[in-house]
C-alpha cells in the first residue's frame, strides 16, 4: 500500500519555470542552472505557502506561490527584484497574514528584508518594514520564526572582535515589522559557529546550529589537499541547540546535540511535542558536498534531556536529511516525516512519531520521485520536484506504512 497518494485539486499543484530546448536531454528528476530555486515553506489555511526565486525580463524576482484547495488555481504573490546570489524568500505564519524574510544583494553583504502579507489567497497586499543588514562573508544562512510576542531573525556572521564566525540576531513586534531590536549574539562564547536554524516553542524558541572546532589537517590529509579543493577535514563539528525565551533572548546555555568528535556537515531542525525539539544530521569526515556517512535523529526535551539514535549508520549516499513536522497531525497519523535523497536522488521516506522515533524502514518514496518534502499539514506534504528548467510543486496525502492515505 504506498504512503502518499498525490491531491488531484488543481489549487495544490503548479508547475514554475519554462521548459527550454535542452530539458529535452534532462531526465526527469534532474535541476539544469537558471531554473527556479525553492526555499522555505508553511502550512496557511488548508494549503501551503512557498517562497521561490525565478528568473524573469529584467533580472530575479521573488515570489510566493499559494497553493490551495479553495483556489482553483496556485495564485502567486509578487514580492518585487532581488539582486546577486541570495536565497529564497522565506514565509512564516503571523496570523491573519504572513511575515516574510527576503534576501537581498547589498553592497557591503546581504540584506534580510521583511514584509508582510495580507491576505495572501485573496489580495495579496505586501507591505515592506524593517532591513536587516548582514555583514559580507562566505555565509547567507539565515532562519526567521514567529512566536507569540515577538519574531526573530537568525544568521551567521564573521566576528573580528572574537576572531570567528558567530550566531547573531534580532527581534521584532509580531504585529510590527518596522521595528527590530538591536542584534546581539546567541552563540556560545567559544563557538565558532555556522549555518542557525530557528523553531518556535511553548514560550519561545529553539535555535540550532554547527560548531566547528579547528585544528590542524594531519599528514594524509595535507596529501590529498590541491590547489582545486579545499576538501580536507579540518576538525570535529558538532551540533548545538539553545533554548530562547519568547522575547527572542537566550534562556539557557547551549546543547551539545550531537557526539563529541564528530563531524556535523548539515542538519535539519523541527519543533517536537511538548515543546521538545526534533534534530536530524549527517555525520561524516569528508568534504562538505560529498555525500556519504551516517544520519542521525535526536530528540531534546525541554529540560534538555537527549535521546538520540542512528537511522543510517555507514551509507556513501547519505545526504544532508530533512526533517518536516506535521503541524496538525490527526489521531493516529505521522508527528513528522524525516527524508534523505538516495544515490539515484530518489527520497527515501520514513515516518516518525511523536517521541521521533521511526514508524517504518527508510525507503524510496515513489510517489516523491525526486522531490523534497517542504512542509506538512494534517496528513497533507507539500515537495518540490525538480524538472530541467522547471520546479514542480505538488500536494501529497501521506499516511503511516501499510494504512489508507485518507482521502484528499
Known sequence: ???????ESGG???????AQKNDIDASDGVELPF???????????????????EKAKDGLAARLVVLSSTLGAAKTVDLGHVHGDVLPPVPVVASPGLVVALPDGAPNGTLVRLARVDDPE????????????QAKDDSDAFGIEIGTKRGVVVWDEW???????VIKAVTFPKDDIAK????FVISGAHDDAESPLVVKRPGGF?????????????????????DTTDAVDLGPRTLSLAPLDDEGRPAGAPLSVSRQGGHV????????????????????????????????????????AIDARAVIEDDASVDVPVLVADDAPPVGAPAAWLAIASDSDVARLSALDAAGHSEDELSPEAAFGTGTPLAAHARRVVIAKPSGHRVELEVFTCDKPNAVPAAP
Open 1 to 7: 500500500m504506498p504512503r502518499c497518494v498525490r491531491d
Open 12 to 18: 495544490l499543484y503548479t508547475t514554475l519555470g519554462r
Open 35 to 53: 531554473a527556479p530555486e525553492v526555499g522555505g515553506a508553511t502550512p496557511f489555511g488548508g494549503g501551503f505557502v512557498v517562497g521561490v526565486l
Open 122 to 133: 485573496g489580495a495579496g497586499a505586501v507591505k515592506f518594514g524593517a532591513e536587516i543588514s
Open 159 to 165: 566576528s573580528k572582535e572574537a576572531g570567528h564566525s
Open 180 to 183: 527590530t531590536s538591536s542584534d
Open 206 to 226: 529553539w535555535v540550532a546550529w554547527i560548531a566547528n572546532q579547528k585544528r590542524e589537517p594531519d599528514k594524509k590529509e595535507r596529501e590529498l589537499a590541491s
Open 265 to 304: 556537515l548539515g542538519f535539519d531542525l523541527s519543533p517536537a511535542r511538548d515543546g521538545a525539539a526534533l534534530l536530524a544530521w549527517r555525520d561524516d569526515k569528508t568534504a562538505p558536498g560529498a555525500t556519504g556517512g551516517a544520519a542521525h535523529v535526536a530528540m531534546v526535551s525541554p529540560g534538555g
